[in-house]
C-alpha cells in the first residue's frame, strides 16, 4: 500500500510540471518589480522554436556571460515631468539610445497599465536635447491580452507621436502579433517550470518628419518568449530578426539569480587621439573606437582646467575636438555606456603640451598669444597679467580697439592687416608680430 502511495505521489507531481497553464494579469510585472536576468552566449544547441503541446525544452547548457535587470518604475520615479499618468502607471526602460547625429533621442521608457482583459503599453517618454518628452500611444501596444492559452491568436496596432522640436517629429508605428505556440515545461540553469511558448512578431517603422520629408526607419523583430505563473517575467526569451522563415537571434536572456556578472553586450571602452603631443593653440582630433555599440560618452581630462572644446563639441560627443590653453601633460579618461551597463578607459599622458610653435626662438616666442594668424580673438599666455597694446605697420596706436577679457583679447573691431602687440610678462615687455585675417 505505501509503495502505492508513493507512486501516485511521483505520478502526481510529474503531471504538475507538464500540465498546461494560462497566463493572465496577475502574472504581469508590477511596479517597483526589480528581476534579474543573464544573458547567454548565443547558441546553435537549443532549440527553443521547437513547438506543440506538452513539449520540454532542455536549456540547461546555456552559458551566462552577463546579467542584467527589469526594473519597473514608477512614473514620477522615472521623471517627474511623467507624472501626469498617474500613480497606477509605471515604466521599463525599452532602450538606451534610437537614431544618430541629429535625430538621437535618448533613455527610452514605455509605460504600462495591467488590466483583467490585458496589459498594455498606454505612453511613452524619451529625452531629446536633453529634455524628457512624454506622449500617450493614440493607439495602445496591447503586450498581452488574456487569458492566454494553447493555441491563442492575436494581434493589434499601436502608434505614439513625438514634437521633438519646430522642426522635427516623431511616430512611432506598427502591428503585433502574439501566437501561444507551445505548452509544457522549460528547464534553465535557474529552474525548471511549467510554461507557455508565445512568438511575437513586431513590425515597426519609425518616421522623422521634417520640412524637407520624411525618414523612414523599419525596426522589426521576433521574439520567443517562455511565460510561466511563477515568474513575473519571461523564464526564456529570444529575439532576433526573421528574414525568409530563417531565424537570426540577437539575444538570448533567462530569469535568474545574482551571479556578479557584468553584461556582454556592455561596451568595451577606447579611444584613439590623432597626435600624442603639440602646442598651445593646436586642434587634438579624439575618435572612439569602443566596441559593443556605445550610445553615450563623457570625456574627462585631468587636470580639468586650461582645455576647451571646440569645433561644436562637448564632453558628452562621441568624436570630440579639443584646443589646450597652457602647457603641460594631461589623462584622458572615456566612459562609454549603452542599454546594458557601461565601461571605462584612462589613458595617462595622452596628451603633451608647450607653448608657443616648434621653434628655437627663445623667450617671445615661449610666451607668445595664439592663433596666428588669427580671426576675431587671440589668446594670451597665462604670464600675461598687465595691459597690452597694439601699433599697425604705420606706427599708429590700435591699442582702443582692443577688448579684453581675461586672458582672452578681442581683436574683432581691428580692420584686417598685419600689427605688433605689445605685453609685459613677467614684469618685462615683449613684442610680437600678430596677423588679423
Same mark, same amino acid.
Given at each position: 500500500?505505501?509503495?502505492?502511495?508513493?507512486?501516485l505521489a511521483?505520478?502526481?507531481?510529474?503531471?504538475?510540471l507538464s500540465?498546461? @497553464?494560462?497566463? =493572465? +494579469?496577475?502574472?504581469?510585472?508590477k511596479s517597483? /518589480?526589480?528581476? *534579474?536576468?543573464s544573458?547567454?552566449?548565443l547558441t546553435?544547441?537549443?532549440?527553443y522554436r521547437?513547438?506543440g503541446a506538452s513539449?520540454?525544452?532542455?536549456?540547461?547548457?546555456?552559458q551566462?556571460?552577463?546579467?542584467g535587470l527589469?526594473e519597473y518604475?514608477?512614473a514620477v520615479?522615472?521623471?517627474p515631468a511623467?507624472?501626469f499618468?498617474?500613480?497606477?502607471?509605471?515604466?521599463l526602460?525599452i532602450?538606451?539610445? @534610437?537614431?544618430? =547625429? +541629429?535625430?538621437q533621442?535618448?533613455n527610452v521608457? /514605455?509605460f504600462? *497599465?495591467?488590466?483583467?482583459?490585458k496589459?498594455t503599453?498606454e505612453?511613452?517618454?524619451?529625452?531629446?536635447?536633453g529634455?524628457?518628452?512624454?506622449?500617450?500611444?493614440?493607439?495602445?501596444?496591447?503586450?498581452?491580452?488574456f487569458?492566454?492559452?494553447?493555441?491563442?491568436r492575436?494581434s493589434?496596432r499601436?502608434?505614439?507621436?513625438f514634437?521633438?522640436s519646430?522642426f522635427?517629429?516623431?511616430?512611432?508605428?506598427?502591428?503585433?502579433?502574439?501566437e501561444?505556440?507551445g505548452w509544457g515545461t522549460?528547464r534553465?540553469?535557474?529552474g525548471?517550470f511549467?510554461?507557455l511558448?508565445?512568438?511575437?512578431r513586431i513590425?515597426e517603422?519609425?518616421?522623422v518628419?521634417t520640412?524637407?520629408g520624411?525618414?523612414?526607419?523599419?525596426r522589426?523583430?521576433v521574439?520567443?518568449?517562455?511565460l510561466s505563473t511563477s515568474?513575473?517575467m519571461?523564464?526564456?526569451?529570444a529575439?532576433g530578426?526573421?528574414?525568409?522563415?530563417?531565424?537570426?537571434p540577437?539575444?538570448l536572456r533567462?530569469r535568474?539569480?545574482?551571479r556578479g556578472l557584468?553584461?556582454?553586450?556592455?561596451?568595451?571602452?577606447?579611444?584613439?587621439?590623432?597626435?600624442?603631443?603639440g602646442f598651445?593653440?593646436d586642434?587634438?582630433?579624439i575618435t572612439d573606437?569602443s566596441?559593443?555599440?556605445?550610445?553615450g560618452w563623457n570625456?574627462?581630462?585631468?587636470p580639468s582646467?586650461?582645455v576647451?572644446?571646440?569645433g561644436?563639441?562637448t564632453?558628452?560627443s562621441r568624436n570630440?575636438?579639443v584646443?589646450?590653453?597652457?602647457?603641460?601633460?594631461?589623462n584622458l579618461k572615456l566612459t562609454?555606456?549603452?542599454?546594458?551597463?557601461a565601461?571605462?578607459?584612462?589613458v595617462?599622458?595622452?596628451?603633451?603640451?608647450?607653448w608657443g610653435t616648434?621653434?628655437?626662438?627663445a623667450?617671445?616666442?615661449?610666451?607668445?598669444p595664439f592663433?596666428?594668424p588669427?580671426?576675431?580673438?587671440?589668446y594670451?599666455?597665462?604670464?600675461?597679467t598687465?595691459?597690452v597694446r597694439?601699433?599697425?605697420m604705420q606706427?599708429?596706436?590700435?591699442?582702443?580697439?582692443?577688448?579684453?577679457d581675461g586672458?582672452?583679447?578681442?581683436?574683432d573691431?581691428?580692420?584686417?592687416?598685419?600689427y605688433?602687440?605689445?605685453?609685459?610678462?613677467?614684469g618685462?615687455a615683449q613684442?610680437?608680430?600678430?596677423?588679423r585675417e
Amino acid at each position: 500500500m505505501k509503495r502505492i502511495f508513493t507512486l501516485l505521489a511521483v505520478y502526481m507531481l510529474l503531471s504538475n510540471l507538464s500540465a498546461q @497553464i494560462t497566463i =493572465g +494579469t496577475s502574472h504581469m510585472p508590477k511596479s517597483n /518589480d526589480t528581476l *534579474r536576468y543573464s544573458e547567454a552566449a548565443l547558441t546553435s544547441s537549443v532549440d527553443y522554436r521547437k513547438s506543440g503541446a506538452s513539449q520540454t525544452w532542455d536549456f540547461r547548457s546555456l552559458q551566462p556571460n552577463g546579467q542584467g535587470l527589469y526594473e519597473y518604475k514608477s512614473a514620477v520615479q522615472v521623471n517627474p515631468a511623467y507624472l501626469f499618468w498617474g500613480l497606477t502607471t509605471y515604466g521599463l526602460k525599452i532602450a538606451d539610445s @534610437i537614431g544618430f =547625429g +541629429t535625430f538621437q533621442i535618448r533613455n527610452v521608457y /514605455d509605460f504600462y *497599465r495591467n488590466s483583467s482583459s490585458k496589459f498594455t503599453a498606454e505612453g511613452r517618454g524619451l529625452t531629446f536635447s536633453g529634455f524628457p518628452i512624454p506622449s500617450d500611444y493614440s493607439d495602445p501596444d496591447e503586450i498581452y491580452q488574456f487569458p492566454l492559452e494553447f493555441g491563442d491568436r492575436d494581434s493589434s496596432r499601436f502608434k505614439v507621436r513625438f514634437q521633438l522640436s519646430t522642426f522635427f517629429t516623431l511616430v512611432q508605428e506598427g502591428y503585433r502579433i502574439n501566437e501561444v505556440t507551445g505548452w509544457g515545461t522549460i528547464r534553465t540553469p535557474y529552474g525548471d517550470f511549467n510554461c507557455l511558448q508565445v512568438k511575437t512578431r513586431i513590425v515597426e517603422v519609425d518616421t522623422v518628419i521634417t520640412s524637407f520629408g520624411r525618414i523612414p526607419v523599419p525596426r522589426n523583430q521576433v521574439q520567443y518568449k517562455f511565460l510561466s505563473t511563477s515568474e513575473r517575467m519571461p523564464i526564456f526569451e529570444a529575439s532576433g530578426t526573421e528574414v525568409g522563415g530563417n531565424f537570426t537571434p540577437q539575444f538570448l536572456r533567462y530569469r535568474d539569480q545574482y551571479r556578479g556578472l557584468q553584461s556582454a553586450l556592455r561596451p568595451r571602452a577606447s579611444f584613439r587621439v590623432s597626435k600624442s603631443s603639440g602646442f598651445v593653440g593646436d586642434t587634438f582630433n579624439i575618435t572612439d573606437a569602443s566596441t559593443n555599440v556605445p550610445t553615450g560618452w563623457n570625456w574627462q581630462f585631468t587636470p580639468s582646467a586650461g582645455v576647451r572644446f571646440v569645433g561644436g563639441t562637448t564632453a558628452t560627443s562621441r568624436n570630440p575636438r579639443v584646443v589646450f590653453n597652457d602647457r603641460g601633460s594631461w589623462n584622458l579618461k572615456l566612459t562609454a555606456n549603452n542599454f546594458f551597463g557601461a565601461d571605462d578607459t584612462t589613458v595617462n599622458n595622452a596628451i603633451t603640451i608647450a607653448w608657443g610653435t616648434n621653434t628655437a626662438d627663445a623667450e617671445t616666442e615661449t610666451y607668445a598669444p595664439f592663433p596666428i594668424p588669427a580671426h576675431d580673438r587671440i589668446y594670451l599666455h597665462p604670464h600675461v597679467t598687465g595691459a597690452v597694446r597694439m601699433w599697425d605697420m604705420q606706427g599708429r596706436d590700435c591699442s582702443a580697439m582692443l577688448r579684453r577679457d581675461g586672458q582672452t583679447l578681442w581683436i574683432d573691431a581691428l580692420p584686417a592687416g598685419n600689427y605688433l602687440l605689445e605685453a609685459v610678462v613677467n614684469g618685462a615687455a615683449q613684442r610680437w608680430r600678430l596677423v588679423r585675417e
